[in-house]
């Protein structure tokens, strides 16, 4: 059996679609909190409950009362891949609180759990490129300095790290952290730029470009990033502590206007661009160095941006005519 949190998110999605695709019984955990429309994140439960082997509970990981007890029920849990979180860099600067609350205490609740659970092999979990900062030496490789976070947000995912590392070391409890870089595709999130640009050049509205343009981004298919999410829970982490640390991206990244560009393509429609300065808490460019990932977990990214962006703009249509108007019907378990 294997835990996502984040079940209902565009990642923890995909994962546990992915999971439950190669056999494996998969129990889902999320809050379905009001950050972006929860109506998305109940057509994503939807599609998951269709599914035997999949169960759900909604539940706030970052609250020890309501998580902890369940793990001697949940005792048959082999593997936790955690990707709960409060994301997003510039919500960081609005609500801070949420960030220290989901990102810190959840993944302390969550280590404890794990800590509780006697089958458990492996704890994977979410960190973020953002780690980085504006680290000028790129592309940016796991062994380089991030002691110097640009947001909010980046320092809880760096103290993530931090507090699994110590988990590791405490508790022997393999650990490894996932540093994902510019996730994009169907099922998106739509607060991220790719999903706001397609929503505004579909209205004909403008949409706004920060550092007027000159920003570099190693955008990653959702695809791939389930492959390597994959590849890493099949390979605990070696080594006392049992702790690792992978970059997870495309390794080609691209100038912000030139994806710009495809999506008018696939759209079929021009963007009217409006150029702004860089925002705080923003960094001008992310670039993954992603060897260490290549010869540990076989990772290797396969879609192009052209075949990315196609497959969500196709996506966004369908679902939007559609309607987005779905009932939750979360599945209690236990």
Not at 193 to 216: C, L
Not at 272 to 294: C, F, K, N, W, Y
Request: net charge neutral; with cysteine.
């Amino acid at each position: 059996m294997i835990l996502v949190t984040g079940a209902a998110g565009f990642i923890g999605f995909h994962v546990a679609n992915a999971l439950l695709a190669r056999g494996e019984q998969v129990v889902g955990i999320d809050n379905l909190n009001a950050y972006y429309d929860p109506t998305l994140k109940g057509a994503r439960l939807d599609q998951l409950m269709r599914h035997d082997a999949f169960a759900f509970r909604s539940l706030d990981i970052s609250q020890p009362d309501g998580l902890l007890p369940l793990a001697e029920m949940w005792q048959e849990i082999t593997g936790i891949v955690h990707l709960a979180a409060q994301a997003g860099v510039r919500y960081s600067l609005e609500n801070p609180f949420a960030y220290v609350q989901a990102n810190v205490m959840g993944q302390v609740t969550m280590l404890e759990f794990a800590r509780r659970l006697k089958s458990l092999r492996h704890f994977v979990y979410a960190s973020s490129s953002s780690v980085y900062g504006t680290n000028k030496k790129v592309p940016f490789a796991i062994e380089d300095d991030v002691s110097a976070p640009q947001s909010l947000y980046a320092a809880t995912k760096r103290s993530d790290e931090l507090i699994a590392a110590t988990y590791a070391h405490l508790y022997g409890i393999p650990c490894t952290g996932l540093r994902f870089f510019t996730v994009y595709g169907p099922w998106g999130r739509p607060d991220m730029a790719y999903y706001a640009f397609t929503r505004a050049i579909t209205r004909g509205e403008p949409i706004r470009i920060f550092n007027r343009g000159e920003m570099w981004r190693d955008f990653t298919y959702i695809d791939d990033i389930v492959q390597g999410v994959l590849q890493a829970l099949n390979r605990p982490a070696a080594g006392t502590p049992s702790h690792a640390l992978y970059n997870l991206g495309n390794n080609k990244p691209q100038k912000l206007t030139d994806f710009v560009a495809v999506l008018e393509k696939h759209i079929g429609r021009k963007a009217e661009m409006i150029l702004e300065p860089m925002q705080p808490g923003d960094v001008p460019s992310t670039v993954a160095d992603i060897d260490t990932s290549r010869r540990d977990l076989g990772f290797e990214p396969v879609t192009p941006i052209e075949i990315g962006l196609e497959q969500f703009v196709d996506w966004y249509r369908d679902y939007h005519a559609r309607g987005s108007r779905r009932k939750l019907r979360p599945l209690k378990i236990g």
